[in-house]
């Protein structure tokens, strides 16, 4: 198992900024390597959205929901992942959680984990 610790989240106004943070570890074990995390969102009764992904090598993908507003960087030696986010508007209130995939920890390997997530809350 891996456990997320995200934090970054909480309420602007319309145009405001968060970065989000999110490091990873293993619940047991030593956390070996992550070949590509990101970051998703969720609304109420919806499904997540994924928002961007990194890869271990630093190759970025954004969907439309997160491209030109929103930046994807991560410290692959610490397994930490950030979410940069600009020009917030009301849309992104959601919650907002990192996730993983292909997670090699000392005990298994893992296909895929996300976090508990954080609140994102733009106020017009």
């Known amino acids: 198992q891996v456990q997320f610790a995200e934090s970054g989240g909480g309420s602007v106004q319309t145009g405001g900024s968060l970065r989000l943070s999110c490091a990873a570890s293993?619940?047991?074990?030593?956390?070996?390597?992550?070949?590509?995390m990101g970051w998703d969102r969720q609304y109420p009764g919806q499904m997540r959205e994924v928002l961007a992904t990194i890869t271990r090598d630093g190759t970025t993908m954004y969907t439309n929901a997160a491209r030109g507003r929103f930046t994807i960087s991560r410290d692959g030696g610490k397994n930490e992942v950030y979410l940069q986010m600009t020009d917030l508007n009301p849309s992104d209130t959601a919650v907002y959680s990192c996730?993983?995939?292909?997670?090699?920890?000392?005990?298994?390997?893992?296909?895929?984990?996300w976090g508990q997530g954080t609140q994102v809350t733009v106020s017009s």
């Open positions: 293993p619940v047991s074990g030593s956390l070996l390597s992550i070949y590509q």
């Open positions: 996730a993983a995939e292909g997670i090699t920890t000392s005990e298994k390997l893992i296909p895929t984990a």
